[in-house]
């Protein structure tokens, strides 16, 4: 998978080009149906080839050449693509990206200039880690989760020490999930500074002699649980801010006006309106990222919600709207 930064560059390296983005949906166990996803493909590029017209050859010979690279790669996930879901990025030239995702993908493809990047937005929630701590009343052992791998980044003498490990280790956005012997845990939890205790979680499931595996799979779930309740709380503020206070917008209409007129702070959108509309979805991520918005795909009761009362779109305002 990429990082931000790789996408960045990505993005930035090929925005001239001419671009064939494919994203698969794997999500699939049933043998039965492992072969939907290249059925959709093989609609989706017949519209593609109808789509160019017949007098420009030198396009249609590089899309020829770009799907014949791209027969390549999926001739390899006949068998399964093995995980929720599966990017590329082929141009001419050759294969600039080809991997499977750890986050389910829509089965989309384009062609066009540049990457098409609003897809793959989901993907980078997996690019924030995990900081994990399992205490006892004696000690608490602190460990990085990202992307399936499990290392140890410390200890402390004591769990009231847990909060200075943490400072200087899990900066940003990360998330912290604090397990162990249940007293212990929960001292170092309640011992958070506000700074922390906004992005962690409690959890009574993990015991202090937990295997490493056991420690990945409670990681996993404490950020996922974590990114969910902040989806919901970012979708609930940006509903009740549209209805009283003219700080927030929802539907395509209303949000693309914000983004265009620089004035959107946090762009969310969900996978429904990204696989329903991805043209749409394309503009309004670019010009948002350009204004630099922070920009989240939410998932879960979250989605559904934005999905039914703002056509899977909206933005948070700098400022209040005019009108």
Not at 31 to 46: N, Y
Not at 254 to 265: I, S
Request: aromatic share 4%; net charge negative.
């Amino acid at each position: 998978m990429l990082t931000s930064q790789q996408l960045r560059e990505l993005v930035s390296s090929l925005g001239s080009r001419q671009v064939l983005s494919v994203y698969l949906d794997g999500h699939a166990d049933d043998p039965l149906l492992r072969d939907v996803w290249s059925k959709v493909l093989d609609l989706e590029l017949s519209r593609i080839r109808a789509a160019v017209p017949a007098d420009e050859r030198a396009e249609r010979a590089e899309l020829t050449r770009c799907i014949a690279l791209l027969d390549a790669e999926t001739n390899r996930l006949r068998q399964g693509i093995g995980a929720p879901g599966w990017a590329a990025f082929i141009t001419a030239e050759g294969v600039v990206y080809a991997e499977p995702q750890a986050v389910p993908m829509p089965t989309l493809v384009a062609w066009r200039r540049g990457v098409l990047v609003a897809p793959y937005l989901r993907a980078l929630k997996e690019d924030t880690p995990a900081f994990i701590a399992v205490t006892d009343d004696e000690r608490a052992d602190v460990y990085r989760y990202l992307r399936g791998r499990l290392t140890s980044v410390g200890h402390t003498r004591s769990p009231a020490e847990l909060d200075a490990v943490l400072l200087s280790k899990a900066e940003g956005d990360a998330w912290i999930v604090i397990g162990g012997a249940e007293g212990g845990a929960r001292r170092a939890f309640a011992s958070l500074p506000d700074c922390l205790a906004r992005r962690a979680l409690l959890t009574t499931n993990l015991a202090r002699n937990a295997t490493p595996y056991e420690i990945a799979a409670a990681a996993a779930l404490g950020a996922s649980t974590l990114r969910r309740a902040r989806d919901s709380q970012y979708v609930d503020a940006m509903l009740e801010l549209s209805s009283v206070a003219a700080r927030a917008v929802t539907g395509l209409q209303a949000t693309r006006e914000a983004v265009d007129a620089g004035a959107a702070r946090e762009l969310m959108l969900t996978r429904h309106f990204i696989e329903r509309q991805p043209d749409d979805a394309e503009d309004v991520v670019r010009a948002a990222s350009g204004e630099d918005a922070t920009i989240e795909v939410v998932s879960g009761e979250a989605a559904e919600l934005l999905d039914d009362r703002g056509e899977g779109i909206g933005a948070l305002l700098r400022v209040a709207a005019s009108v």
